[in-house]
């Protein structure tokens, strides 16, 4: 699914404007930043969003090209590597 993120602006390093940067990049997501977060400007985005259905399907395909349902399993595994190699 697409999104529309607005990143929390006091995290830490503004990790998530980071994120979502690069889901924007990817054409997966819309960027609001906290400041320019309004009423008015969301419903504005999800209008346009909504009124865009090959943009909505695009933005899905793109977002779920980037998923990694895997990557839980991958980071334990490589814990547990380390772990080992530590021991």
């Known amino acids: 699914v697409g999104a529309v993120l607005v990143p929390f602006p006091a995290a830490v390093d503004d990790h998530q404007t980071c994120n979502a940067r690069l889901l924007v990049r990817q054409g997966a997501a819309v960027l609001i930043p906290d400041r320019e977060l309004t009423a008015e400007r ?13 943009r909505l399907i695009e933005m ?7 998923a990694r349902p895997e990557a839980a399993e991958e980071f334990a595994e490589r814990c547990v590597h380390l772990l080992g190699r530590a021991a």
């Not at 969301?42 to 090959?54: P, T």
């Not at 899905?60 to 980037?66: I, N, V, W």
């Open 60 to 66: 899905a395909e793109r977002a779920r090209s980037l």
């Open 42 to 54: 969301l419903a504005a985005e999800l209008e346009r969003l909504c009124a865009d259905r090959s």
